[in-house]
């Protein structure tokens, strides 16, 4: 599914659909500066890797494919600083036994100096 930009002021409405999101479902959101992020020969990260790495760790939960998303970019920029903020956020809808104890992981990536 995609659609417009969040925060677009274009004169178009955007789609819209319902989906279900049952226990055990992931939600990945991130900005355009992962998807063009590129490598040492200006090859960008892209929607290909975004979902391949997503399909290899979507068994280690939200954290984990976090983990591996920012490991997949680093690897892909051989470590330089990103050229555009960067912004990986992923909902995990998790069974009722998994939230009795709340967690909240807060990472910062900040390689823009913004």
């Known amino acids: 599914m995609s659609s417009l930009p969040l925060g677009t002021r274009l004169p178009v409405q955007p ?8 226990p ?7 900005s355009d500066g992962l998807v063009e992020a590129v ?10 890797r975004i979902e391949s790495v997503t399909r290899g760790a979507a068994a280690t939960g939200a954290s984990g494919l976090v983990g591996a998303l920012l490991a997949a970019l ?14 990986v956020l992923v909902v995990e809808h998790r069974l009722p036994a998994e939230e009795s104890a ?13």
Not at 39 to 48: I, K, L, S, W
């Open 15 to 22: 789609a819209h659909a319902e989906l279900a999101f049952p």
């Open 24 to 30: 055990g479902s992931m939600l990945l959101l991130y």
């Open 39 to 48: 490598d040492p020969a200006g090859g960008a990260f892209g929607y290909e």
């Open 74 to 87: 680093d690897d892909h920029t051989g470590g330089q600083p990103l050229t555009d903020d960067l912004t």
């Open 102 to 114: 709340p967690q909240r992981e807060d990472t910062e990536c900040d390689q823009t100096g913004e």
